[in-house]
């Protein structure tokens, strides 16, 4: 498998428009755009540092996995998301390298990216997500 970067890291807060005024106001980044992931049931803000960005998660739903990781650790680094080249080879290629994933198959994250989760009891702790970019 081949990673070809940084994509973004999520960071879990309590309210993204608290968190704005942080990020946006004191550090100065630009606003990239909102968006709500059903699926994952957050509200996402994110915001370009390079060719990679910060996405602020506030959940939109108490038994989310963003709110039980708020109640359980508070605010802070969720997880790291690298891009790669090919999605459904790289979870091949991992699975057969005994790694355990909380997705075996890719689902549908945002702006049309196919992303999948790691099982963080087998990757240090840090929760990692892998996407593969829209190619349209
Ligand atoms: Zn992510």
Request: charged content about 25%; some cysteine; glycine content about 12%.
């Amino acid at each position: 498998m081949k990673i070809l970067g940084i994509s973004h890291l999520g960071l879990a807060v309590r309210s993204v428009d608290e968190a704005t005024k942080f990020f946006s106001g004191a550090l100065g980044l630009p606003a990239g755009g909102q968006e709500r992931v059903e699926d994952q049931r957050v509200q996402l803000s994110w915001h370009p540092v390079g060719k990679s960005r910060i996405e602020l998660l506030e959940p939109t739903d108490p038994s989310s996995v963003v709110a039980r990781f708020l109640e359980k650790r508070g605010e802070g680094i969720h997880h790291v998301c690298f891009i790669v080249e090919d999605i459904k080879g790289a979870l091949k290629e991992l699975q057969a390298k005994g790694i355990r994933l909380i997705d075996e198959i890719p689902r549908k994250g945002a702006g049309g990216c196919q992303i999948a989760f790691l099982h963080p009891e087998s990757t240090h702790g840090v929760l990692i997500e892998l996407s593969e970019e829209s190619k349209i």
